[in-house]
């Protein structure tokens, strides 16, 4: 009986060691970093050039994307964000968004989470004007060539 347990805890410690070691995958997180960061750029610089409507290339059209906008409770898919762009896009005639601060954390070689403060400085139809900070946490997806993003949340802060 005792040789079997012997035999059972080491087959137990050899499947535990083998999973740990052909799961665990290395990544170059000084890369994954660098290549959101520029997405993040690419994505202000959109949104600046575009309007709002600059973010649909930026944002992962999948059943797994959600995102809880400034006064929801709760969380909106791909669909409902992309109408509410569409509905605001003709009242904004400029947006400026820029990060005081953004980290970001790669997960694996397709995700990382990101959070950070926004300035966003607005203009709208009207000439009116107002500037907003935000608190943004989320997680990005590389999809093919491109980092986007999956998931998150956007609170105003002041």
């Known amino acids: 009986m005792k040789n079997q347990t012997y035999i059972l805890i080491a087959l137990f410690l050899v499947s535990i060691t083998s999973c740990t070691t052909t799961s665990v995958k290395e990544i170059d997180t000084a890369s994954i970093e660098r290549d959101v960061k520029q997405m993040f750029q690419a994505y202000d610089d959109s949104v ?19 995102w ?23 009242n904004l005639k400029y947006v400026d968004n820029t990060w ?18 926004i300035n966003s400085y607005v203009i709208t139809s009207n000439s009116d004007t107002s500037t907003i900070k935000l608190s943004e946490t989320g997680l990005v997806i590389k999809r093919g060539k491109h980092w986007k993003f999956l998931s998150g949340q956007t609170i105003i802060i002041e």
Not at 72 to 83: G, Q, V
Not at 102 to 111: E, G, R
């Open 68 to 90: 809880v906008p400034p006064g929801y409770k709760y969380a909106l898919h791909y669909d409902s964000i992309a109408k509410i762009l569409k509905k605001y896009a003709p």
């Open 100 to 117: 005081d601060t953004l980290y970001i954390m790669p997960l694996s070689d397709k995700y990382a989470s990101f959070n950070g403060i």
């Open 48 to 66: 600046r050039k575009n309007g709002i409507e600059g973010e649909f290339f930026f944002l992962d059209n999948s059943d797994q994307f959600y």
